[in-house]
């Protein structure tokens, strides 16, 4: 029983390219977030979503756009993609007052 | 922003042996989570503490939240093989609902047999 899932594990592309990593949680959380980890294993917050409505955007570029189709799901498109895009990528979801729980992240390299 | 800073950065130990990493904080921890991620995994949440002084243990893993609540410790006693991984601390950003977590930079943890 997977808690959030991402697809997918590994993603490597050229630059210059668009590509999407999907997240999904059946934990019935309301708030989802989008997390990236670059090379030193330094883990920053990128995006929040809480019932399908963005409500964190920290300093991203609008290269990264993340979609919520419903409230178990948030993805994350990016554009153009750019060597410095490469890193890991997690999904995490929380209720109020309770732990984040994190997916197994999404390795991008961007060649 | 909330600043995290944990030390030490890495950390190789003898099984068996105990160890602490510590998390400093530049402002007040309204929540602090500690969190372990093993090398090409996600990160597994270990636990959290809110109010000064309180601890938790886990296992052999016990984690303290000082008084006035801006460093946290986490010691293991007796580690194993097992323990190996990264070490994260994440504090909450001014007790928001929303549930925002700052990072520190990890601890990268290896137990040799």
Redesign the interface.
Known sequence: DTA?SQTPKYLVTQMGNDKSIKCEQNLGHD?M?WYKQDS??????MF?Y?NKEL??NETVPNRFSPKSPDKAHLNLHINSLELGDSAVY?C?S?T??E???????T?LLVL | SQELEQSPQSLIVQEGKNLTINCTSSKTLYGL?W?K?KY??????LM?LQKGGEEKSHEKITAKLDEKKQQSSLHITASQPSHAG?Y?C?ADDRGS???????G??T?LTVWP
């Open positions: 959030v708030t977030y030193k294993k330094f883990l920053k917050i929040s809480n409500i964190i997690f995490a929380k109020r007052q732990t984040q729980y994190f997916g197994p992240g390795r | 989570y969190y991620q090409g995994e996600g990160l597994i949440f959290m990264i994260l994440g609902t929303l549930g925002r977590l700052y990072f930079r990890g990268q």
